[in-house]
């Protein structure tokens, strides 16, 4: 079983669904998607008058963005994929975090970040039926207040979701497809990372933002038994020797 992230810029490559069909069709079954947007939400935002906030690569969501949220991930974004995969012959099906409380989530760092939430629960008997069924989940990270009984959303960070989506599968391999080849040291790609070289490269700044986020997610899912862990852009899909792998071997930094 693989969880493949899909980050918002790779979205735009237009190799991408066939790619995606070929990696379904050489393992029907056993592949899931989970998907960014961040570009979208900023654009909607500010479209609407409003300005992006970011801190430590995650974005702040007050109670005013949430529909915002939903319209770009859940909405169009999602959506968009789920055509492209279909128009490559995959029987994709586009769900949010909300449907079926997928994914709940609870409010995270005390509300620093606003309607922010971190999966708490993974509605994994949904997710093995759709598979089961010989078709392709297409995820929206928008989750399920745990905590409220009013059906409130929480946007919860596509590579949180993601890591937690591959531990309560049991996945084999968490990826994260972005729109560079991997962890880059001196503009290459280096080959394997170990979690305490992760979590220096996030402490010195050699990983910032959205991805330092992905490694903060990549040292979760290790820790909650996903096998193995990488980060690189759409070539990894196929490539399982691209990118930079997240593993407890040792570092070539």
């Given at each position: 079983m693989r969880v493949i992230k899909i980050g918002g810029r790779a979205q735009d490559d237009p190799r991408l669904a066939a790619t995606i069909a070929?990696?379904?069709?050489?393992?029907?079954?056993?592949?899931?998607?989970?998907?960014g947007g961040g570009d979208e939400i900023s654009?909607?935002?500010?479209?609407?008058?409003?300005?992006?906030?970011?801190?430590?690569?995650?974005?702040?969501?007050?109670?005013?963005?949430?529909?915002?949220?939903?319209?770009?991930?859940?909405?169009?974004?999602?959506?968009?994929?789920?055509?492209?995969f279909i128009s490559a012959g995959v029987a994709a099906v586009g769900l949010s975090g909300e449907d079926a409380a997928l994914i709940?989530?609870?409010?995270?760092?005390?509300?620093?970040?606003?309607?922010?939430?971190?999966?708490?629960?993974?509605n994994v008997a949904?997710?093995?039926?759709?598979?089961?069924?010989?078709?392709?989940?297409?995820?929206?990270?928008?989750?399920?207040?745990?905590?409220?009984?009013?059906?409130?959303?929480?946007?919860?960070?596509?590579?949180?979701?993601?890591?937690?989506?591959?531990?309560?599968?049991g996945a084999t391999e968490l990826l994260f497809v972005a729109d560079v080849a991997g962890v880059l040291v001196a503009g290459a790609p280096v080959?394997?990372?170990?979690?305490?070289?992760?979590?220096a490269a996030i402490a010195q700044g050699i990983a910032r933002g959205g991805m330092a986020a992905k490694l903060e997610a990549g040292m979760?899912?290790?820790?909650?038994?996903v096998e193995r862990v990488r980060i690189g852009d759409l070539d990894a899909i196929l490539d399982s020797g691209c990118g930079t792998t997240l593993a407890p071997t040792r570092s070539l930094v």
């Open positions: 070929a990696a379904w069709r050489a393992a029907p079954g056993s592949l899931c998607i989970v998907h654009a909607l935002q500010r479209s609407l008058g409003l300005e992006p906030v970011f801190n430590g690569g995650r974005r702040v969501t007050q109670e005013r963005d949430v529909d915002v949220v939903r319209m770009a991930l859940s909405g169009t974004a999602n959506k968009r994929l789920v055509g492209r709940e989530a609870r409010v995270t760092d005390g509300a620093a970040l606003g309607r922010v939430g971190a999966p708490r629960q993974v949904l997710l093995r039926h759709l598979l089961d069924g010989g078709y392709l989940p297409v995820i929206s990270p928008v989750g399920r207040d745990g905590d409220a009984n009013d059906g409130s959303a929480l946007n919860v960070n596509g590579d949180d979701a993601a890591a937690a989506i591959a531990a309560a599968l080959p394997v990372l170990e979690p305490d070289d992760a979590a979760a899912a290790l820790q909650q038994g």
